[in-house]
């Protein structure tokens, strides 16, 4: 065996390693992997998101965007496939008994269809049984990864899809309090600030470890996990600001697992935010924005026991706290230009407002009976 052959085997055992911490990062250690572990998904989501900007309306960037991250799970499966039959070639190239392309047909027919097709000596049987093995191991992890990260995205989504009928779609706060104070049900806000909070935990530790499930797209087009947590938490914010006494201690809990979970995903996709803002700190939203949402409330019976001023101070000292994380994962993750949910360089000027039913009354005194 020659320097140059032993040379080649080397790269491909040392190919083969780097091929195999990088599933393990992924697919088994219960954190984000990072570097060029995950370059072939970013590739595609890049590549996705330019062809999104030759699209003109929200809905049609929605339908490109939303095959982004399938495709780019795909890819990365196969370029863990492919990396392997290379890694195999140039290991089998190098011990000597094969010609190159007879190491690349031993190593795809190894790897790809577990063929365990013959090499020439004792060591290539020892490769052929590897790569086999490394190809249904592949395989079989990624089997079990796909319902694990859908499974995740079932629950997550559960929840979003029934804030629509509190919320609007796209959700915003000021409209979740509309709803409920307009319907009779602010005492149901207690039970859903309460089950938000247990929701925002499951998304801190299942985000956290699967970061695919960021990028995965709700059904819906004007529908967004980031975007319903923004405004839930705006909703217990204005809850908070509005009436401290009468707002439930459940608004506050919420608050807090909220921003926590939005710090720990902001870790994990390198978003930098403060971790002890002032509430003096200045927030992006403008102040006439909450003076107008303040009125509707008011208009309508929102029990508040400070004035909008007043408010405006506390919600700010709130709000300070997860704004600036809420607005960047928005923008990242291309979610719906949702109120008060920052700009969106994709989609330009572009804004959504949230959809409200129809409010249709019986005509009274008509016989309705056929």
């Not at 393990?24 to 590739?43: D, E, F, K």
């Not at 097709?117 to 049987?125: C, E, F, K, Q, V």
């Not at 089997?143 to 804030?163: F, H, K, Q």
């Not at 009928?165 to 959700?171: H, L, M, N, V």
Request: charged residues 15%.
């Amino acid at each position: 065996m020659n320097a140059a052959r032993v040379a080649v085997l080397a790269v491909g055992a040392a190919l083969l390693a780097a091929n195999t911490a990088g599933v393990i990062s992924v697919l088994i250690v219960p954190r984000s992997a990072s570097g060029v572990v995950i370059a072939p998904m970013r590739g595609v989501r890049a590549a996705f998101r330019r062809l999104a900007r030759l699209a003109r309306t929200y809905p049609a960037k929605d339908r490109i965007l939303a095959i982004s991250e399938p495709v780019a799970l795909v890819v990365l499966l196969a370029s863990w496939l492919a990396v392997a039959v290379v890694g195999f070639t140039l290991v089998n190239w190098g011990m000597g008994t094969f010609t190159l392309d007879q190491a690349f047909s031993e190593a795809g027919s190894s790897v790809f269809t577990l063929g365990f097709t013959l090499g020439h000596n004792a060591g290539s049987h020892v490769v052929d049984f590897v790569a086999a093995a490394t190809g249904l191991v592949l395989v079989a992890l990624q089997i079990a990864y796909l319902p694990t990260i859908y499974s995740a995205y079932n629950r997550r989504e559960t929840l979003v899809t029934l804030l629509e009928s509190r919320a609007g779609a796209p959700a915003w706060g000021p409209e979740l309090l509309i709803r409920h104070q307009m319907v009779g049900l602010i005492d149901n806000l207690p039970s859903l600030f309460a089950e938000w909070e247990r929701w925002a935990a499951d998304v801190a530790e299942s985000h956290t470890s699967y970061p695919s499930l960021l990028y995965l797209r709700s059904p819906r087009a004007r529908n967004s996990w980031v975007i319903s947590l923004l405004a839930v938490m705006d909703a217990a914010a204005i809850a908070q600001a509005v009436d401290p006494d009468g707002a439930p201690i459940e608004a506050r809990m919420l608050l807090r697992m909220g921003f926590t979970c939005l710090r720990e995903i902001a870790q994990v996709t390198g978003i930098p935010f403060d971790p002890d803002p002032s509430p003096d700190d200045p927030i992006l939203l403008p102040e006439l924005e909450f003076v107008t949402a303040y009125t509707r409330l008011a208009d309508i019976g929102y029990p508040a026991t400070r004035t909008d001023e007043e408010a405006w101070s506390h919600f700010r000292g709130w709000r300070v706290n997860y704004e600036g994380v809420a607005y960047a994962l928005a923008s990242a993750l291309h979610a719906p230009p949702a109120r008060w949910s920052g700009p969106r360089t994709l989609f330009q000027a572009e804004s959504l407002e949230p959809s409200r039913p129809t409010d249709r009354q019986p005509t009274a005194g008509r016989d309705t009976r056929s």
